[in-house]
């Protein structure tokens, strides 16, 4: 039998190579988000997240760079395990309500990062900060979503009470998303998280409140 083409044998090899690299660094990234969570950002090393994701320090030095990015890659990883895994035919306001709700409630079951990540935007307000900008665009694109639904509804509903601009309303819901994440670590339970943002985006973007007929 002859031997494959060596182009194809290269891209054999490197298609594996990737896989393999990508595999590693969802190894790494699931270490360090139960590492972050049980142990807090500064009682946890990089040294000892590689020990637990079976790789070599170095390994995951190559991939991430330092604790910080590591940590950035875990809060995105997070985010995307409450994303919907499928999209319905036509993106409504309330699919965009509920997407962002389930987030809140996916958030409560790993409070550690959530805490994590509240003490991580008031770290990230200093403007040398190496988290700052992927933190910033992190709520550029929430704000930037939930304010084009706004501005939707305004449209169709004829909505022209609020005095706020779609943009403005939507950087108010961000900043009272974060806020009720701190109360909430200091006073676990006591607020609905999510029944909160919940009735925070209805009536912005003008939808009946839960159970109302």
């Known amino acids: 039998m002859a031997d494959a083409p060596e182009s194809q044998s290269t891209s054999t090899s490197r298609s594996d190579g990737y896989a393999s690299g990508r595999a590693t660094k969802e190894s790494i990234v699931q270490s360090a988000a139960e590492a972050f ?3 807090g950002f500064h ?5 000892s997240i590689a020990r637990e994701a079976g790789v070599d320090h170095s390994t995951l030095i190559h991939h991430f760079g330092n604790k910080t990015a590591l940590l950035l890659a875990v809060i995105e990883w997070h985010d995307e395990q409450s994303m919907p895994r499928e999209l319905p035919g036509e993106i409504t306001v309330e ?4 997407s962002i709700v389930a987030t809140a409630r996916h ?6 990062l959530v805490q994590l990540l509240s003490i991580l935007n008031a770290e ?4 040398d900060h190496p988290a700052r900008e992927a933190l910033q665009r992190r709520h550029d694109l929430l704000s930037t979503l939930i304010a ?3 501005r939707r509804q305004r449209d169709e509903l004829g909505m022209d009470e609020d005095p706020a601009s779609p943009e ?3 950087a108010i819901i961000v900043a009272a998303w974060d806020g009720l994440h701190m109360y909430d670590a200091l006073h676990p339970g006591v607020l609905d998280v999510p029944a909160i943002l919940d009735g925070l985006l209805r009536e912005a973007f003008g939808l009946p409140g839960q159970g109302a007929s």
């Open 148 to 150: 084009w639904t706004i």
């Open 95 to 98: 699919f965009i309500t509920e």
């Open 43 to 47: 009682g946890t090393s990089v040294r």
């Open 168 to 170: 403005e309303r939507a």
């Open 124 to 127: 990230a307000g200093s403007p």
């Open 37 to 39: 969570s049980q142990r």
């Open 107 to 112: 958030n409560l079951s790993t409070p550690g």
